[in-house]
């Protein structure tokens, strides 16, 4: 068991005694001279702070990632090779990003721009970046004020794919690590028995996978936690495997899984989810943040959650006494809580396949396209026999204190043929269905019309077709029936 915080920074081997378990990846860089990378809103949203993290797959393979340093944990970085700005090129000799940059005059002011180096520095070793949309996404967590995206863009493109070695092996990672600093303890097992153990031991253990979300508790709350539990590296909390549910085909998935997996899988699995999952966040936030914490924080707005409500997915939660398994329309038991007892974790997400026929579509609305929380989120699925409906589930977030299906809606559906007529009845139903707040992403009032018009959008969709995919550019949540 490994008690101290030991990483290559930039080539070189580094060990930190003596910082806290809560100190940010940006706070030490900065503190040890490395200047380059800045922090601007330090809440993940700027991308200012972007450096390059290298990851291990769930197939053990090696891969290069840029992620937000002001919300990552220090100790989360144990075992790992970190690149900056200052790391990859100098004055005399730069990267071939950062001459991209300098040719294309990307650069004004120059504060945002060590960060849109190293998301470029991602692009450089990816190769699947094959379609305009996936370029803009690769640079949407990076803001910049002055110079404006499309000579950035210009330099994403010149050197996306171009770089001459592969990602570095990854280092074994196989020790635990516990991590202490005055009475604070940080762990990060690699085995679920281990992190069971823990959580028995600390009633008081907050879990962490990517630290998305707990991260704004620490730079924007000055919180502090006693004890963090960190299962990032349980094996048995990641990857994407085949299962039954319920005695049909299904797949379970690890709620440490990233998103940014979760999202290249369900591209040609499950391509509702896909769709949702394009505008969840940046790059570098999906590159962090997981399945399980997303449904774990138990926002009313979470993106994941009417998706899982449409597809009657599983919550799989684990303890030392064993696993238990809780319906997904039964784990939200109001604002911020869930079903979990003292003890248990989330382990996995269960999901049955679609049948081949279901008519599924997925939508979020937000003031901004990228980088952005949701007004509102809907996810719905039809089950169809010839024109009859004969099951359906229309679920939406933030219309309520916790992610709801409206069963009022979905028992008129049943028995109906999908027509605009049923349609549009059904859209008025939803909208006597809900009381939202007002707040500041929207008042009452505009999300009540998005649950209608969400609805009577999804029957535009769904038409003629049991499914549309998002164009690479489009104007609008909803794509019109005779769009391609």
């Keep these: 068991m ?15 005694h003596g910082e806290p378990t809560t100190r940010t990846l940006l706070q030490y860089l900065r503190g040890c001279g490395k200047v380059g990378t800045k922090e601007g809103c330090a809440e993940g949203d700027c991308g200012a702070c972007t450096v390059v ?16 340093s002001c919300i990552l944990l220090l100790p989360m970085v144990a075992g790992r090779r970190v690149w900056t700005v200052e790391g990859i090129g100098t004055p005399a000799a730069p990267h071939a990003v950062q001459q991209a940059m300098i040719d294309t005059l990307g650069s004004q002011c120059g504060y945002c721009t060590p960060g849109f180096v190293m998301s470029l520095y991602e692009a450089h070793h990816r190769t699947d970046l094959d379609a305009p949309w996936k370029l803009d996404d690769q640079i ?26 592969a990602a570095p092996d990854a280092p074994p990672q196989t020790a635990t690590l516990r991590y202490e600093h005055d009475d604070a303890v940080f762990l990060a097992p690699r085995t679920l028995a281990e992190a069971c153990a823990f959580l028995d031991a600390n009633a008081d253990a907050r879990i962490v996978a990517g630290a998305t979300d707990l991260g704004l508790n620490v730079t924007q709350r000055g919180e502090t936690f006693p004890r963090l539990l960190s ?55 999906k590159h962090r943040a997981t399945v399980g914490g997303n449904l774990m924080n138990a926002s009313p707005i979470g ?120 349609a549009t009845t059904a859209a008025e139903l939803a909208t006597a269905s809900v009381t939202p707040l007002d707040d500041l992403r929207g008042s009452a009032r505009f999300r009540t019309i998005l649950v209608r018009n969400l609805l009577l959008g999804f029957r535009e969709e769904t038409r003629d077709t049991t499914f549309r995919q998002l164009p690479d550019r489009h104007c609008g949540t909803v794509v019109l029936g005779g769009a391609r």
């Design 2 to 16: 490994k008690s101290d915080v030991s990483f290559v920074l930039d080539d070189s081997p580094v060990t930190v």
């Design 53 to 68: 993290l290298e990851d291990t797959g769930p197939d053990g393979a090696a891969r290069l990632r840029a992620v937000n």
């Design 140 to 165: 949407c967590g990076n803001l910049c004020r002055c110079t404006g995206y499309r000579p950035i863009r210009d330099a994403a493109e010149r050197v996306a794919g171009k770089a001459r070695r």
């Design 231 to 285: 299962v990032e590296h349980v094996a048995e909390l990641r990857g994407i495997r085949d299962c039954t549910v319920d005695g049909a085909p299904g797949w379970r998935i690890g709620a440490a899984t990233d998103l940014v997996t979760l999202e290249d899988w369900s591209a040609v699995a499950l391509p509702v989810w896909h769709r949702m999952l394009r505008y969840f966040g940046s790059r570098q936030i």
């Design 303 to 422: 993106d994941n959650a009417p998706v899982m409500l449409a597809l009657d997915a599983t919550f799989v939660l684990a303890s030392s006494s064993g696993e238990r398994r809780v319906a997904a329309t039964d784990f939200f038991t109001g604002y911020r809580q869930t079903a979990l007892r003292r003890g248990e974790l989330l382990a996995a997400v269960e999901i049955p396949a679609p049948a081949e026929t279901s008519r599924l579509g997925a939508y979020k609305v937000s003031r901004r396209r990228e980088m952005d929380i949701s007004a509102v989120s809907g996810a719905f699925r039809l089950n169809l026999r010839g024109d009859e409906i004969v099951d359906a589930r229309i679920a939406y977030g933030g219309v309520a204190a916790t992610p709801v299906r409206l069963r009022a809606v979905e028992d008129a559906l049943r028995g109906r043929a999908w027509t605009d007529e049923t």
